[in-house]
Structures are given as C-alpha cells and as structure tokens.
T-cell receptor
Framework: NAGVTQTPKFRVLKTGQSMTLLCAQD?????MYWYRQDPGMGLRLIHY???????AKGEVPDGYNVSRLKKQNFLLGLESAAPSQTSVYFC?????????????FGPGTRLTVT | EDQVTQSPEALRLQEGESSSLNCSYT??????LFWYRQDPGKGPEFLFT???AGEEKEKERLKATLTKKESFLHITAPKPEDSATYLC???????????FGAGTTVTVRA
C-alpha cells in the first residue's frame, strides 16, 4: 500500500501560469481533501470531495478548482497562479465508517509562485 | 465555527524531561479530537483519536487525554526522535471536515 501520494513534490511557477496537482490514494477511501499549510496558520481546507464526481468548497477555495473523476484521484488546479498561492499543499483521504474520522495525508507539494 | 488553539507554539526539552502540550477547542458536537505528528518536509502522520471526555490513549512515550474543553499530549522521558511538530484537530457535528490548530513544535536535545 502506497497510501496517499502526491505529484509533483516541488514546483516553481511564474505569476499567471497554470498547473495541476495530482493526489492518488490506494486505500479505497470515499472522502478526499486538499489543504494548504502556511507558517503559523495551520492547515486550511481548500476543497474536498465526498465521492467520485462530487466536490465542495472549503475554507479558502478562491483561485483553485478541483475535480474527482475517479474515486482514487483528486486533482487541484490553479488557473492563474498568484504569489499568495505560494504554500505547501497536502492531500488527505478518509474512509466512511461510523466513529472513524481520521484523515491520512500525503507527503505534500511545495509550490513557489514568483 | 469550530476553533482549535494550541500552546505553547514551541517547546524545547532536554532528553528525559517530561512535558505536556495543550490543545483548547470549541466545537459544535464533538465527533472526535485528533493528534498528528509532522516531521519537517513531510505530511502529518496520524497518532490518536479521542472521542469523549475522560478518554486516554497511549503510544510509546506519548499519552493523549481529553476533557470537555481541552486535550493534552503528554510526552514522558522524551528522546531526540520525538522532535516534531504536533498538530491537534477536531471533527464537529457535520462529520465532514477537520479544523486544525497551528501546532506545537517540540525540540528535544540530547
């Protein structure tokens, strides 16, 4: 089991460029999440998905789009990158089971926008 | 809105010097309180889930406890390998999303 994997690990973009971050999980989890982590601010939820073909906005969705075409994959897109989107991005997933809410995280993608 | 506050922001310990980290929370209908460990440059690693006040969980030198307003992560006789950032999160009644604190960075010196 690879768990949750993320590609790429690092990326540098120029302002206005676009990119897609890929998250994949092999645990057959229903729910998937995208977070960003900034110094002193903790993890903030960008978007999440409760199943294939469904997505919803989190706490900080502006400037990002997501898609969940397959159960095991969750894509995060930046259409026109801005320096404020410089951050570390984490994907997470969890199963749907009573009294089992823990999320499992990927290794992260460090994105710098210049 | 669910809120989580962790203290202190940073903690420097000598090897063997036990201490505690605090996580204060406000949540509408607690479904679970979670502790994660995060090493530099890596993703958070799940440690514990606590579901109700009075519950305790242990793993090696770590022990997590829960009251109605806060949780403590006790580190007993820490070793340098316990150095990491420890994150606390809560799951509220909606059952979908976690709310995270900013974390406590623990450094254990040999």
């Amino acid at each position: 089991n690879a768990g949750v994997t993320q590609t790429p690990k690092f990326r540098v973009l120029k302002t206005g460029q676009s990119m897609t971050l890929l998250c994949a999980q092999d645990m057959n989890h229903e729910y998937m999440y995208w977070y960003r982590q900034d110094p002193g601010m903790g993890l903030r939820l960008i978007h999440y998905s409760v199943g294939e073909g469904t997505t919803a906005k989190g706490e900080v969705p502006d400037g990002y789009n997501v898609s969940r075409l397959k159960k095991q994959n969750f894509l995060l897109g930046l259409e026109s990158a801005a320096p404020s989107q410089t951050s570390v991005y984490f994907c997470a997933s969890r199963m749907v089971r009573l009294n089992s809410y823990e999320q499992y995280f990927g290794p992260g993608t460090r994105l710098t926008v210049t | 809105e669910d809120q989580v506050t962790q203290s202190p922001e940073a903690l420097r310990l000598q090897e063997g010097e036990s201490s505690s980290l605090n996580c204060s929370y406000t949540v509408s209908g607690l479904r679970g309180l979670f502790w994660y460990r995060q090493d530099p440059g890596k993703g958070p690693e799940f440690l514990f889930t606590l579901y109700s006040a009075g519950e305790e969980k242990e793993k090696e030198r770590l022990k997590a406890t829960l009251t109605k307003k806060e949780s403590f992560l006790h580190i007993t006789a820490p070793k340098p390998e316990d150095s990491a950032t420890y994150l606390c999160a809560v799951q509220g009644v909606n059952g979908l999303k976690l709310s995270f604190g900013a974390g406590t960075t623990v450094t254990v010196r040999a």
